[in-house]
């Protein structure tokens, strides 16, 4: 029997986020939670005929706590969306107190399910919680994940479209790094198929991947960021846990995780000098299993590209951080 949990269910990615996790045969209880209107997201879903029993919890009468108990894996989607001109650092006075909250319902009532966290800046909010549950004692590096796979499925449409393919799933484009402008870093040079394009366009591809966000975000036109694409992200990663719970092999993913805690991951922080950091993760049934580094197989230019993105992914973690450790009066 396999518990998920979506947190912030009611938004603009929980809600098509919860559908998607509705018609996985991989769901048998979908439990949602917010702090608005999830009863009534969970009644709409509710009458979906497939298997996952739906139930909607709010702030009020233990909500959290019935929400998480017995979870297997939670989804966090919540907290306020960017609007124009601001960047995801700007999110971080909201967010991140509200991850600490929800991380500290999963430390509590929940301490060993799948963490998988949305809410932005993510090179922030990932600290944040891992400080959380370090501070509970339930800190299990291989269940705690930051959900960079929207960064992948950009690079792989992105990439289609350059080279004028229909089919943008057939490409296989590593984006390293963390989930922000400069910190993400799509590593066009391992891509497969190859992406081999002059350095104008390899130039803007890659600014393209790394800034697309800001794309959904004008469009909207303050009506908040990304939500459709990030909600088929968002299952496609927490799928890939599923799958690799039930025993399937080989599943590789691109997500934000703390490097000590992983094997592999010594090789990446001797390098980058960082403990967080998004790079390809085999999972198994138990998590995070092994993390590659495939730093020493980077071209030149991307080597430029890392080490900008070093500079910002270490100011962000340290925020993170530094927000729980250096913050006793923190509601744990
Ligand atoms: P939204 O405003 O539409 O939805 C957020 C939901 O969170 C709301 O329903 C709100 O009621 C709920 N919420 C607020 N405080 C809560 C709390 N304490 N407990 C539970 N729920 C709470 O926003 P959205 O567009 O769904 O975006 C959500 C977050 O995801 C934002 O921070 C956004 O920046 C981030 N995001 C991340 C990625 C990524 O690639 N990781 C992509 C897109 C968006
Ligand atoms: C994204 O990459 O679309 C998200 O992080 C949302 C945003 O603020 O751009």
Same mark, same amino acid.
């Given at each position: 029997?396999?518990?998920?949990?979506? /947190? *912030?269910?009611?938004?603009? +990615? &929980?809600?098509?986020?919860?559908?998607?996790?509705? $018609?996985?045969?991989?769901?048998?209880?979908?439990?949602?939670?917010? =702090?608005?209107?999830?009863?009534?997201?969970?009644?709409?879903?509710?009458?979906?005929?497939?298997?996952?029993?739906?139930?909607?919890?709010?702030?009020?009468?233990? *909500?959290?706590?019935? /929400?998480?108990?017995?979870?297997? #894996?939670? @989804?966090?989607?919540?907290?306020?969306?960017?609007?124009?001109?601001?960047? !995801?650092?700007?999110?971080?006075? +909201?967010?991140? *107190?509200?991850?600490?909250?929800?991380?500290?319902?999963?430390?509590? %009532?929940?301490?060993?399910?799948?963490?998988?966290? #949305?809410?932005?800046?993510?090179?922030?909010?990932?600290? #944040?919680?891992?400080? =959380?549950?370090?501070?509970?004692? @339930?800190?299990?590096?291989?269940?705690?994940?930051? =959900?960079?796979? $929207?960064? +992948?499925?950009?690079?792989?449409?992105?990439?289609?479209?350059?080279?004028?393919?229909?089919?943008?799933?057939?490409?296989? @484009?590593?984006?390293?790094?963390?989930?922000?402008?400069?910190?993400?870093?799509?590593?066009?040079?391992?891509?497969?198929?190859?992406?081999?394009?002059?350095?104008?366009?390899?130039?803007?591809?890659?600014?393209?991947?790394?800034?697309?966000?800001?794309?959904?975000?004008?469009?909207?036109?303050?009506?908040?960021?990304?939500?459709?694409?990030?909600?088929?992200?968002?299952? !496609?990663?927490?799928?890939?846990?599923?799958?690799?719970?039930? &025993?399937?092999?080989?599943?590789?993913?691109?997500?934000?995780?703390?490097?000590? *805690?992983?094997?592999?991951?010594?090789?990446?922080?001797?390098?980058?000098?960082?403990?967080?950091?998004?790079?390809?993760?085999?999972?198994?049934?138990?998590?995070?299993?092994?993390?590659?580094?495939?730093?020493?197989?980077?071209?030149? %230019?991307?080597?430029?590209?890392?080490?900008?993105?070093?500079? &910002?992914?270490?100011?962000? #973690?340290?925020?993170?951080?530094?927000?729980? =450790?250096?913050?006793?009066?923190?509601?744990?």
């Amino acid at each position: 029997m396999v518990k998920a949990v979506v /947190a *912030g269910a009611s938004g603009g +990615i &929980g809600q098509p986020l919860s559908l998607l996790l509705k $018609l996985s045969p991989l769901v048998d209880e979908l439990a949602l939670y917010d =702090v608005v209107n999830s009863p009534g997201v969970a009644a709409d879903l509710s009458h979906i005929s497939t298997k996952a029993k739906v139930t909607g919890y709010l702030p009020a009468e233990d *909500g959290l706590k019935l /929400a998480m108990t017995g979870a297997d #894996i939670v @989804v966090i989607p919540a907290g306020i969306p960017r609007k124009p001109g601001m960047t !995801r650092d700007d999110l971080f006075n +909201i967010n991140a *107190g509200i991850v600490r909250d929800l991380i500290t319902g999963i430390a509590l %009532y929940a301490p060993k399910a799948f963490v998988l966290i #949305i809410s932005n800046p993510v090179n922030s909010t990932v600290p #944040i919680a891992a400080e =959380v549950l370090k501070k509970h004692g @339930v800190f299990d590096p291989a269940k705690l994940f930051g =959900v960079t796979t $929207l960064d +992948i499925v950009r690079s792989e449409t992105f990439s289609a479209t350059v080279l004028g393919k229909s089919d943008p799933s057939i490409f296989n @484009v590593p984006v390293i790094g963390g989930h922000s402008g400069d910190t993400i870093v799509p590593l066009l040079s391992l891509a497969s198929p190859a992406v081999e394009v002059d350095d104008a366009t390899r130039d803007a591809l890659v600014n393209r991947i790394q800034f697309g966000g800001d794309e959904v975000v004008q469009a909207k036109e303050g009506k908040g960021s990304a939500t459709l694409s990030m909600a088929f992200a968002g299952f !496609r990663f927490a799928e890939s846990i599923l799958k690799a719970v039930s &025993g399937e092999t080989g599943i590789v993913e691109n997500t934000f995780v703390y490097l000590p *805690g992983i094997p592999g991951g010594d090789a990446i922080k001797a390098e980058t000098g960082l403990d967080f950091f998004s790079a390809p993760v085999e999972l198994g049934a138990s998590g995070a299993i092994k993390i590659e580094n495939i730093l020493p197989k980077v071209s030149e %230019y991307e080597k430029g590209l890392l080490a900008v993105a070093y500079k &910002g992914l270490a100011t962000s #973690i340290s925020k993170g951080v530094d927000f729980i =450790v250096k913050a006793p009066e923190a509601k744990m």
